[in-house]
């Protein structure tokens, strides 16, 4: 199909096109990498509006594909560093810079801050609850 596209010899024929097309033949392999990168984006943006940072890990169990997705932005972002060959826009910084992206991750992850705050919540709920059911 790509030969024919790009007006090469093929042995695909304009009539097996059509009988492919009939028979709903898909002639697109992988999703638009642009619609697929927004939708990893706003999967980050969710995070980072639940978590305050951008600090996915790479196994994250609630969404595994979002992990893998942050650690290919920082590595595009290194490519187009050095000059290399990188998917990494001005486009595509700006909007991880709006979120406050960690471009650089370290190997030490700081404590998951969502059940840090779960926990000073129910700290505080039992000591509000003690002064207010003290006997004295």
Sequence with gaps: YHLLKNKKTTSL?????????????SWVVRDDPEATWNHRYEDLYDYYKDNGDCLVPQRYDLNKRLGTWVNTQRREYKQLKKSLKSS???????????????????KKRPKNRSLERVRNNVHQEVDLYQQQNQRE
């Design 13 to 25: 024929t304009d009539e097996r096109i059509n009988e492919l097309d009939t028979l709903g033949f």
């Design 88 to 106: 990494m826009t001005p486009a595509k910084i700006k909007k991880l810079n709006y979120i406050n992206f960690t471009w650089k991750s370290s």
